[in-house]
């Protein structure tokens, strides 16, 4: 079976300048929920795009084939743009790229009715509440499948009915490039319509899902942010099932992309985002947001923001740390409040407990860097980079003028500029020698009378 994905759509309503299915549910894209889903039926799937079309290559993977719709003259027409993906012995199974959560169960079960009965094109229905927007299943007196009409081409009868087209179809190849070209656009919207197409074939089933969710089409933000909250609390769910505890689920966000090791605690008003992992046994929160990162078994990280970083075991974030963009923290580290790391490896067990920046550094194991210590890696011009050896002590307030280097075991004096590298074992103090003038405040408040 193949798998065809139709996302030429300008999705107007969400008014928007990017196009539609590249918008963000729970950390991914709406196209690739459903390339992921098509994925895991088959391994040739193909995409049809249009509208700002290079915007969603760019984020599908390279597996994917891509047709392009020029004109969007609807589905039926969008389905001809990728007629030489049509194999007329194979099925086709057709999704759209704004209907996400469509499951994989629900499509299995869909083909299991569809080769039971032997069916040139089955359809996939749902009761709902509210059937307006939708096309309607239109049946016989006996309850056989006879025709979709869309909502905009309902007679008042019609309208009434409840059980609507998903627009998931599974076609024989060979029947669905027989009728294609038969298709006419007279009808309300003067588009194309695939629908019809079901409608021209002989033997038509109908698989019917209770889980009317699954097929909701994102058409608006306001669908948008309704699934985002539905994601939300199975994501969850599922997480809590998995031994995970979450303190507090209502002020709690993680998105479907995130995986989360047994006993490991969510604190509440966490952000857990993107592609991250976290490990086992870790404390996260509360208040902190963590975006594709890495965080190793054991480790704590509290009222703190991490991006693109990696923490590795047993180590101690925040609280009030900034971890950005390739932030190394080996085993043990310990960074502590008002520290930012950016671009900078912490080797094992470096300790930068206060109110220091690491930029473009590297820092060997075991080292200390004292409170408001600040890697001077920007010179107006251009970024340079730091190293500091193991077992180094960095007193408080000093400022490494990069490019520098600081060797094994040395030790540098509080309140130090270092501009020039430091060798091993050394001492090196970059401050003005203190001065004492005994009893000049006495002196001068004397004159002063
Ligand atoms: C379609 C169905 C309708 C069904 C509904 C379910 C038709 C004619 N109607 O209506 O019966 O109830 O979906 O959500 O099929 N697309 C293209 N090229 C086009 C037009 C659309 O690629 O020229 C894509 C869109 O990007 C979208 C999908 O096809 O992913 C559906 O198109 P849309 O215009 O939203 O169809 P509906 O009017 O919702
Ligand atoms: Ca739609």
Redesign the pocket.
Known sequence: MKVLI????L?KRMRSKYP??IHKLSGKELVNWVVDTAGKLSNDVAV?L?HKADLVRKVIPSWVKVFI?KE????A??VMSARDFIDPNEDLLVL????PLISEKTLKEMIKIHNGNGADSTVLTAFVDDPS???RIIRDSSGDFLK?V?DKDLDDDQRAINE????IYVFKGGKLLEVLPKIKNDNAQG?Y???DAVSMMDIVSTYTTADSIE?M?V?TRKHLAMLEGYVRKRVIDKLLDSGVTIVDPDTTYIHSTVEIGRDTIIHPMTFIEGYTVIGEDCEIGPMTRIVDSEVENNSRVVRSEVYMAFIGEGVSVGPYSRLREGSVLKKGVRVGNFVEVKKSTLEENVAAQHLTYIGDAHVEESTNIGAGTITCNYDGFKKSPTFIGKNVFIGSDTELVAPVRVEDDALIGAGSVITRDVPKGSLALGRAKQVIKEGWVYEKRRKKK
Not at 6 to 9: I, T
Not at 96 to 99: E, L
Not at 164 to 167: C, P
Request: charged share 10%.
């Open positions: 139709l996302a030429a759509g999705g539609k299915v049809v249009g719709q969007q003259l609807g589905t027409h969008a759209y790229g704004d209907v927007g939708y096309g979709i869309e609507i087209n998903s627009g588009e319509y695939l629908t097929i089409g058409n």
